[in-house]
């Protein structure tokens, strides 16, 4: 199995290609987080499409978390302290499902990104000889 | 005196819930899933199961980062899904067990464990899907529904080794409840997938190969990495085993594996459906 990595002299994880959504995070992300999380109501994201900087407005969302709606760009949101299961919500309003937000983050094409996802393609079934599991 | 008769262990990716509701069971992408559903529905025509102890994790539908349990047990006497954000929400309702709710929460308490309880609270797909999987159709659900939700969203995350511990807890509080029900537990999430970051789409079929391989026989094998080490190893969303862990580790009789389907991917997931039977162990 592969090598797993060490604790930075920071004392955080550096897990490549991965943020690790902790305290800072939470901390950081709070506002962006809380207007995603609002969009589990259908109103609330008919009003974010209808006057997208007003509605970031009424959250408080800091600068870099405007700028990072505005420009679409998931990594910022990221960096922002946003957190993937929230952010998926503001993805729908966009269109995006996360093979979308997947090509978005790491620089692909949605099918280079399904294709890469597809060099894993397995199935793999065990049943057990048990009289109620009968064909 | 209650019985727990077995486990069964699923990915819960939101697209399954997609699927199901576009029909797309018999759709070459999704019949390889589905299919592994197919013991899962002869044993639970057998079995019927009163009460689904099920283990999940919430995805920002009842917790928000304003307050977020590390544990939670829920007691209400009807469960609800609701639109997540993208707009299906499954009809059927989930009814309670309250007086069971209340008995794991006395006895977790008890195992000095200090979870958040909860008398009104929605599930998430990661309860509905693994629902809709298991009983599909329109007719109402005939088990009984008592969740678990397990913090994988805001670290730190309760270890591998505490989740377990959470699970054994619950199945001794099940064992010790005076009822005559059936209670079948269920671990959703998983496996191996990342949504987010540069490293988004990471699957390791080696990882969850190790995890499937060992589930019944010794679960205590997947309590040697930590959280950290199981992000990095099954991916920011793969860390959703530890639903899986704990749920294992309410099964505390003789285990045996009935099915077993992993299939990759699903959407951005590497999908499993794990049915494992819990029987008394004999004392020879």
């Known amino acids: ?31 962006l987080n809380a207007m995603c999380y609002s969009f589990n109501t259908l109103a609330n994201r008919q009003a974010f499409a209808a006057d997208e900087e007003g509605y970031m407005a009424r959250f408080s969302l800091t600068e870099a978390q405007r700028d990072a709606v505005r420009q679409r760009d998931v990594l910022a949101m990221l960096a922002a302290g946003g957190n993937v299961y929230y952010l998926a919500k503001l993805a729908g309003i966009f269109g995006l499902n996360v093979q979308d937000l997947g090509a978005l983050q790491t620089g692909m094409s949605v099918d280079a990104f399904k294709a890469a996802l597809l060099e894993h393609a ?11 599991l009968a064909a | 005196m209650s019985t727990i008769c077995g486990g069964i262990f699923t990915s819960h990716v939101p697209g399954i819930g997609k699927a199901i509701a576009q029909n797309l069971q018999q759709d070459p992408y ?15 025509a057998q079995e019927k199961p009163d009460v689904a102890v099920v283990f999940y994790n919430d995805h920002g539908l009842n917790f928000f980062l304003d307050k977020m349990p590390t544990f939670a047990i829920g007691a209400a006497a009807q469960y609800t899904h609701e639109d997540e954000g993208w707009g299906i929400a499954f009809e059927r309702p989930f009814q309670g067990h309250p007086d069971l709710s209340w008995h794991i929460i006395e006895q977790v308490v008890a195992s000095e464990f200090d979870p958040v309880t909860c008398q009104s609270m929605m599930v998430d797909h990661a309860v509905a899907v693994p629902f809709e999987l298991c009983w599909p159709g329109d007719a109402p659900f005939t088990t009984k529904l008592v969740p678990i939700a397990i913090n994988t969203v805001q670290h730190p995350l309760p270890s591998p080794k505490r989740c377990h511990d959470l699970g054994k807890a619950v199945g001794r509080a ?12 269920f671990g959703t999430g998983g496996l ?9 789409g990471h699957i390791n079929v080696d990882y969850d190969k ?27 969303q793969g860390v959703e085993i530890l639903n899986w862990i704990a749920a294992r580790g309410a099964l505390r009789g003789s285990v045996r594996e009935l099915a077993s389907n992993y299939h990759v991917p699903i959407s951005n997931t590497a999908a499993a459906t794990v049915l494992l039977q819990n029987s008394e162990k004999v004392l020879a």
Request: aromatic share 8%.
């Open chain 2, 210 to 236: 190790f995890c499937l391989r060992n589930l019944a026989p010794d679960p205590e094998a997947l309590l040697q990495h930590d959280t950290l080490d199981i992000v990095e190893l099954a991916g920011s």
């Open chain 2, 192 to 200: 191996s997938h990342q949504l987010e970051g540069e490293r988004a």
């Open chain 2, 30 to 44: 999704w019949k390889p899933f589905f299919d592994g559903f197919k013991p899962v529905h002869q044993w639970l």
């Open chain 1, 1 to 31: 199995m592969q090598t797993l990595s060490r604790q930075t002299t920071e004392g955080k994880r550096a897990i490549p290609g991965t943020l690790v959504f902790d305290g800072d995070a939470a901390q950081a992300g709070y506002a």
């Open chain 1, 122 to 132: 397995m199935t793999e079934t065990r049943v057990a000889n048990d009289g109620r």
């Open chain 2, 174 to 185: 099940i064992e010790s409840w005076s009822g005559p029900e059936k209670v079948v537990i």
